[in-house]
């Protein structure tokens, strides 16, 4: 059985390009555009890895990465949060609201799978 | 004549020879008196005197003569007697011609009839000696000739003896005489001295106390006070002198007043063109102290012109930060600028200022003040603001769809054996100029949070030689690919360094990637490195293509290129991004750099000190 990755991001190409890259890696991808949404599918997936875009409507993704890590039921999945910020601060934040890992926008499938391979 | 000093003096002179010649006629005066005085003495007392002892020896020898007639020898003595009864009678008449003294005529009168008598006596005595013999005769004379002679000799006595008197009492005159005129010639003379001594004094005074009042109004206009007029009003030289002199400072004192004049318009003129000036400017002196302020300065930081002229600038702004910068400008350089703005908040917003100082040079070349003008830079400040976070969005912005590219041309370029080789070139420039823009894009971002000093610095211990070594190994493929000669000649035993290890091998990449740039195949690239003056000196030397002069200061501006030599795999902020990273750690980089002979470039970074 793949490996299962939810990708939590609003933009449709990226998720698109995300999700594909992923499968061609052998992964199992589900995909969620806002943060309701990605609460809804955690619980329902249960995914090995989240990845996760910090900038995402309704709920905002450092309060959704929070949640997640303060249940215990799957607290213990591993979230990448991706992020177009650079800035030390927002990287700081994103560690402090428990994300194991920060990927910067842009990077390359490469970076990407390196990035996930880590965790899986 | 009298008016000048030479009259003035010649007219003492005069007074003192005046002096003089009545001392000198007073004292021949006396001499002639006391002459006088011994003359009378010898020449009218002495003659009676010789007179009356020849008479009384004339008539001693005729009572001789007379005796001699008597008993030996009658002829011899009448020869005898009239011989010297002539005798008598011419001393008698040189008595009778210098009679002198009061009784004088009586006695002589008198000794002349005795005398008279006496001769007549003689005759009788001859009568009685021829008629009634010797015995008779002599009888004749013990009775009545002794007696008159007698009579006549005590008579001469008379005379001698009261021209002794008189002469004795002349004596006594002439000495009287004598200590009179020594008395008087020595008062006159005392008078006379006492009386020239001060009529000297005075007139000598007279002559010199304007010449001290004189030197009084040199001393008063030379300490500056050109009113001071001399009252002089002789009519001499020294007062012609002091009138001159009275001209001379009126006119010193008009030219002092229209130069004044002329200053205080220059001044009024300067106080109105700094005054209206929208720049706060405030004039300090040497002490810091208030001398000016225009009226922006009393908005900006809230003052009042006279409630802080004269005191010093940290009292008066209340900031001792603005003073420091002051302070540091001041000790500098003649004119300087702090490139870090002070701030003031006014109604809650910070408004910023550059402080350019400008020293007041006095006459002697020396500096009497400072002229601190602060430059409202704000609306800068703002713009600058402005474009940062404009650079910030628009790279964020551009991240994502970035993203897509950069994925989707990866993606594509997986899986190439589909494609035409049309496609798979376009695939491959649009991934080129996709990895182009990431680079710009994080270029920019770095830019933006430099110059916004929002870059983070992580400074710790390091090793110059190990970073230099890692970015030369990870540029050694592109080297050896252009067959250019990486070097790293820093000694692994130089002191260690306080950086931040990735910024600063970002700086050796991008130097060395430069540098590779600009080299020719065969060519070297050295980097190496000294300790000195508390800095580690940092070279990246290559024998490439250099750069002109006029190009080693731009070169370190954003978006520069150098004449003809486009960087097209550059995105034209790598050198500003990299003098960015050296001025965060307090450094300095400049390059040294020749056309044709190779580039030297050169940086500094703080030696960790334990």
Redesign the interface.
């Known amino acids: 059985m793949s490996s299962k990755i939810l990708v939590i991001e609003d ?1 449709k ?2 998720s698109l ?2 999700e ?2 992923l499968e ?1 890696n052998g992964f199992q991808v589900f995909l969620a555009e806002d943060g309701l949404k990605a609460m809804e599918k955690v619980f329902e997936i249960m995914p090995d890895l989240i990845l996760l875009d910090i900038l995402i409507p309704k709920l905002n993704g450092l309060l959704v990465c929070e949640a997640l890590k303060s249940n215990s039921e799957v607290s213990k999945i591993p979230i990448i949060a991706i992020s ?5 601060e927002d990287i700081q934040k994103a560690m402090k609201a428990g994300a194991e890992d920060y990927l ?7 970076e ?1 799978i390196m990035f996930v391979r880590k965790y899986i | 004549m009298f008016h000048s000093i030479k009259g003035k003096i010649l007219s003492i002179y005069l007074f003192l020879i005046f002096l003089i010649s009545l001392i000198a006629s007073i004292s021949i005066y006396s001499l002639f008196n006391l002459n006088k005085a011994i003359d009378g003495l010898i020449a009218s007392n002495y003659t009676s005197i010789a007179a009356a002892t020849n008479m009384i020896d004339a008539i001693e020898r005729q009572d001789s003569n007379e005796l001699i007639y008597l008993e030996v020898d009658a002829q011899r003595g009448i020869r005898a007697f009239s011989q010297n009864q002539q005798e008598f009678l011419v001393w008698l008449n040189r008595a009778k011609d210098n009679i002198t003294e009061n009784n004088e005529r009586k006695v002589i009168e008198s000794a002349n009839s005795d005398y008279l008598k006496y001769i007549e006596y003689f005759s009788k005595l001859q009568e009685i000696k021829n008629k009634s013999g010797n015995g008779e005769a002599v009888k004749f004379y013990d009775n009545e000739i002794y007696p008159v002679f007698n009579s006549v000799k005590s008579s001469c006595r008379n005379i001698l003896k009261l021209n002794e008197e008189s002469m004795f009492k002349s004596k006594q005159n002439a000495t009287e005489i004598s200590r009179k005129q020594m008395y008087g010639t020595i008062m006159i003379s005392i008078i006379s001295i006492l009386l020239g001594l001060v009529v000297s004094i005075y007139f000598t005074k007279k002559i010199v106390s304007p010449i001290f009042v004189l030197t009084e109004g040199v001393k008063s206009v030379k300490r500056g006070n050109l009113n001071h007029r001399i009252n002089i009003n002789t009519h001499d030289e020294i007062g012609e002198l002091a009138s001159e002199f009275n001209n001379m400072t009126s006119r010193l004192l008009q030219y002092d007043k229209s130069s004044i004049n002329k200053l205080m318009v220059e001044k009024n003129k300067s106080i109105a063109i700094v005054k209206s000036i929208s720049d706060p400017i405030i004039v300090i002196d040497n002490d810091y102290k208030t001398t000016l302020v225009n009226k922006s300065a009393e908005n900006v930081f809230d003052i009042s012109e006279k409630d802080v002229l004269g005191r010093h600038m940290i009292e008066a702004l209340g900031d001792k930060k603005i003073f420091n910068k002051v302070k540091l400008i001041v000790n500098n350089d003649e004119v300087a600028e702090d490139n870090d703005p002070i701030i003031i908040k006014k109604q809650n917003k910070a408004n910023y200022y550059m402080i350019t100082a400008t020293s007041i040079p006095n006459d002697d070349d020396k500096v009497s003040g400072t002229v601190c003008v602060f430059k409202d830079i704000t609306h800068l400040k703002e713009i600058e603001q402005i474009k940062s976070d404009f650079i910030s969005t628009v790279s ?2 551009l ?10 041309t ?2 594509l370029l ?1 899986d190439t054996e589909s494609m035409t080789s049309e496609q798979k070139e376009i695939i491959q420039a649009i991934d080129e100029d996709g990895g182009q823009l ?1 680079m710009l894009v ?1 270029d920019l ?1 770095d830019l933006s ?1 430099l110059e916004s000093g ?1 870059m ?1 610095i992580n400074l710790e211990k390091a090793s110059i030689f190990d970073i230099a070594e890692l970015s030369l190994k990870s540029l050694s493929d592109v080297a050896e690919s252009r067959e250019i000669e990486l070097i790293n000649d820093i000694s692994p035993k130089l002191p260690q360094v306080y950086v931040d290890y990735k910024k600063i091998k970002c700086v050796i990449n991008n130097l060395v990637t430069n540098a590779l740039k600009y080299t020719d195949k065969g060519g070297i690239i050295r980097i190496s490195a000294k300790a000195e003056k508390g800095f580690m000196r940092v070279s990246v030397k290559d024998n490439g293509r250099g750069i002109p002069e006029e190009y080693h200061e731009k070169i370190f501006d954003k978006f520069s290129q150098v004449g003809d030599m486009a960087d097209a795999s550059g995105t034209g902020l790598g050198l500003a991004i990299t003098k960015g990273f050296v001025k965060q750690h307090n450094g300095d980089i400049w390059v040294e750099s020749k056309p044709g002979e190779g580039s030297n470039f050169i940086f500094t970074l703080p030696l960790y000190k334990g």
């Not at chain 1, 177009?84 to 030390?88: N, R, S």
């Not at chain 1, 910067?104 to 490469?110: C, S, V």
């Not at chain 2, 991240?399 to 590219?405: A, V």
């Open positions: 933009s190409n990226i390009l995300i594909k890259c061609r177009a910020k650079t800035q030390y910067t926008k842009p990077f390359t499938p490469d990407l | 964020h912005e991240r994502t769809p970035l993203t897509s590219i950069i994925m989707g990866k993606l997986d990431v994080n971002l949070k929002k983070q």
